[in-house]
């Protein structure tokens, strides 16, 4: 059974930082790959970043390029979320999901994902 929890959620003031944590068990996840997704309040759910475990690709939305980064640590199977620059808009719950094989920005394709963690950015 495949678990992803999520943690390092928190309120931030605008321009801040955070680091969220998914740490997954359950099986080897070298030939998994990890997205974040996140939700705001009344919103759909929109891709933000994934990676490919294998070849360590990466991928991210538009909206957070240049100010988010992903990455993983093979040894802990854990995959982290660095947020820089936050705006108010980043506010919303974050859930990591992963998936076999190759990373995907549509939710839909990922097979287990995480309960979550909010994120609240104030202006």
């Known amino acids: 059974q495949v678990q992803l929890v999520e943690s390092g959620g928190a309120l931030v003031q605008a321009g801040g930082s955070l680091r969220l944590s998914c740490a997954a068990s359950g099986r080897s996840f070298r030939s998994y790959a990890m997205g974040w997704f996140r939700q705001a309040p009344g919103k759909e759910r929109e891709f933000v970043t994934a990676i490919t475990w294998s070849t360590a690709t990466t991928y991210y939305a538009d909206s957070v390029k240049g100010r988010f980064t992903i990455s993983r640590d093979s040894a802990k199977y854990t995959v982290y979320l660095q947020m820089n620059s936050l705006k108010p808009e980043d506010t919303a719950v974050y859930y990591c999901?992963?998936?076999?094989?190759?990373?995907?920005?549509?939710?839909?394709?990922?097979?287990?994902w995480g309960q979550g963690t909010q994120v609240t950015v104030s202006s």
């Open positions: 999901a992963a998936r076999r094989w190759i990373a995907s920005m549509s939710g839909d394709d990922y097979d287990y």
